[in-house]
């Protein structure tokens, strides 16, 4: 079994304030953070910070994209050209990308590698009939284009 990160054994608290402390300083200044972390009894290298801070900005634009996803699902414009649709697919395609990443990064013996192929043939199956979707949601987009330009 893989072993636990350093920051993953913090304390609560000063997991939750170095997440803040990374959002604020726009995932940079890896040095302060080390020192800081070590003013406060904490002997954290920087890459491990940095690992962390990797993790945790991949985290957020998951969420924003996310967010942006179900702004365009919940937005009240007609959806002539099928734009709902379109947040959805960008929606898995977000997540399968997350997942391939997570997956990529998994310490060695973490997952299987006969489970680690399994689960990456899974994915590049859906992304064959996600990529189709979206070649046929961009064919009709651009039919709807056209008979509005026509009109």
Do not use: C
Not at 4 to 25: F, G, H, N, Q, Y
Not at 101 to 112: C, R, S, T
Request: aromatic residues 6%; neutral net charge; proline residues 1%.
């Amino acid at each position: 079994m893989a072993r636990r990160s350093t920051i993953e054994k913090l304390p609560e608290d000063v997991r939750r304030w170095l997440e803040r402390a990374l959002t604020e300083s726009g995932f940079s200044g890896y040095n302060e953070l080390e020192s800081l972390l070590r003013e406060r009894g904490y002997v954290i290298s920087k890459s491990a910070i940095h690992r962390y801070g990797q993790k945790i900005e991949r985290r957020y634009g998951a969420i924003r994209a996310a967010t942006e996803a179900a702004r365009m699902l919940t937005e009240g414009a007609a959806d002539d050209q099928d734009a709902r649709s379109e947040a959805v697919i960008a929606l898995i395609q977000t997540e399968l990308f997350e997942s391939i990443v997570q997956l990529q990064e998994a310490e060695e013996g973490e997952v299987d590698p006969k489970e680690r192929v399994a689960l990456l043939s899974k994915v590049a199956k859906n992304v064959a009939t996600l990529s189709r979707a979206s070649v046929n949601l961009k064919k009709f987009q651009s039919e709807v284009r056209a008979r509005a330009q026509q009109a």
